[in-house]
């Protein structure tokens, strides 16, 4: 047993840290921060991060990755959680999830068209799965993909598909056969965000960010643009949502240290017994939900199928980023509820924000039911 990054890895992770302090600007931040999702400044850092290869670290490299390990990705992973880089989560859609779909199921030339531009940081997707009568139990999705000609014909409504309204593509899950039992008729697709018939509504989170519905109203979508196999798709998207779980507890470790120097610099907390107990209760269970991180990137990094680990770590980590909010506002009392642009909030009002933010950590790619639900059929055995 080793616990230590190797001195390569140490060196890389140097590397990526003094990239992000140069180019992770105010101006970064602040769009991270503003809810609407990426802009001007966000798509630029993504560019330089995609021409240095920082995007797809464990892609090969005749698609533009850099062809490591997969403990380089989760590096790279948390050093841009840590910087507070991206909002909400560190990975794009395109180099987290279609991007390592396309490259097992996807066509040579879906491959030749999508992956050097995801690479590069040209492209981003935004996830298209959830219904309004289909979230954790996506089998039951509604949209229809028809067939007709050299196309398919979508008709139907998506609900919290958070990047359409700056993704290019909308990695689609769809209905293409309503004869099978519900997950054997599911197909998945890319498609572009600009064709004629959808249309997008924003609907804004509690924490202010905005997510969509989106419509699909006769939209032709061309035969080259499904993924892998007709009615094949929700075992690629089970196999995607794999991908998706590549966690990181940077972020909540950056917040806690910033929780730390608060209590420190402050007269009346510094010295305070219960205050300490707090915090000090909030820095072990970081260092368990670090050791879950870590334990998954090895597996990841010896290719071993770690779903129970990546349920398990996702329900931990989620669910403290919620008891270290609570925790946070505790310990700052009422001035803890003020707003940033209050002028007397503490940490900036960062601690109100993050009390209502972490509420969809345990929503978002998965609710703890359904983790708690995985750990117990695929951990431990217990009947589905
Ligand atoms: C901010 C935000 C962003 C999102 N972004 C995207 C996105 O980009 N693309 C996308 O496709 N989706 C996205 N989602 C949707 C997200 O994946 C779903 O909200 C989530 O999977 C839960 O589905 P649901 O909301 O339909 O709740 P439901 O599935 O209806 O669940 C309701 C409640 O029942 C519980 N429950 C359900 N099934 C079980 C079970 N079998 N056992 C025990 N309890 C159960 C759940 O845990 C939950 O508490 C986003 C959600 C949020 C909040």
Avoid at 126 to 151: F, I, K, N, V, W
Wanted: with cysteine; aromatic share 10%; proline share 4%.
């Amino acid at each position: 047993m080793d616990f230590r990054f190797s001195n390569e890895e140490e060196g890389f992770r140097q590397e990526v840290r003094e990239f992000l302090r140069k180019e992770v600007t105010p101006q970064v931040r602040e769009e991270a921060d503003s809810g609407i999702g990426w802009g001007p400044h966000i798509w630029e850092l993504v560019h330089k991060l995609g021409a240095r290869g920082l995007l797809t670290p464990t892609w090969p490299k005749e698609f533009g990755g850099l062809g490591l390990p997969s403990v380089y990705r989760f590096i790279v992973h948390e050093e841009l959680d840590y910087a507070e880089a991206l909002p909400h989560e560190a990975l794009t859609v395109g180099a987290g999830v279609a991007g390592p779909t396309i490259m097992l199921y996807g066509s040579a030339e879906q491959k030749k068209a999508y992956l050097p531009r995801i690479a590069r940081g040209e492209i981003e997707f935004a996830l298209g799965y959830t219904e309004p009568q289909a979230g954790s139990d996506l089998a039951s999705l509604q949209l229809r993909a028809e067939e007709r000609g050299d196309h398919f014909i979508f008709n139907g409504q998506k609900v919290f598909n958070t990047r359409c309204h700056f993704a290019q593509y909308h990695w689609i899950a769809a209905r293409t056969d309503v004869s099978e039992p519900k997950h054997r008729g599911i197909s998945l697709f890319i498609v572009d965000l600009s064709s004629p018939g959808i249309t997008l509504r924003p609907l804004w989170g509690i924490d202010g960010t905005r997510t969509n519905e989106v419509f699909y109203d006769n939209v032709m979508v061309p035969k080259d643009n499904l993924v892998g196999e007709k009615n094949r798709g929700f075992y690629y998207t089970v196999t995607a949502l794999e991908f998706e779980r590549v966690l990181s507890v940077g972020r909540l470790t950056k917040t806690f240290e910033e929780l730390v120097h608060y209590v420190n610099k402050t007269p009346s907390l510094r010295k305070d017994g219960l205050v300490r107990q707090q915090v000090a209760q909030i820095a072990t269970e970081i260092e368990v939900a670090k050791l879950f991180v870590y334990r998954l990137a090895w597996l990841q990094t010896n290719r071993t199928v770690a779903n129970y680990e990546a349920a398990a770590s996702k329900l931990f980590s989620s669910e403290l980023s919620q008891r270290m909010a609570a925790t946070g506002m505790e310990i700052m009392g009422l001035l803890g509820l003020l707003q940033k642009d209050s002028g007397k909030a503490p940490m900036e009002g960062k601690f109100e924000y993050l009390v209502r933010e972490t509420l969809l950590n345990t929503i978002a790619g998965g609710t703890s039911e359904v983790m708690r639900n995985i750990i117990a059929t695929r951990g431990l055995d217990l009947p589905r």
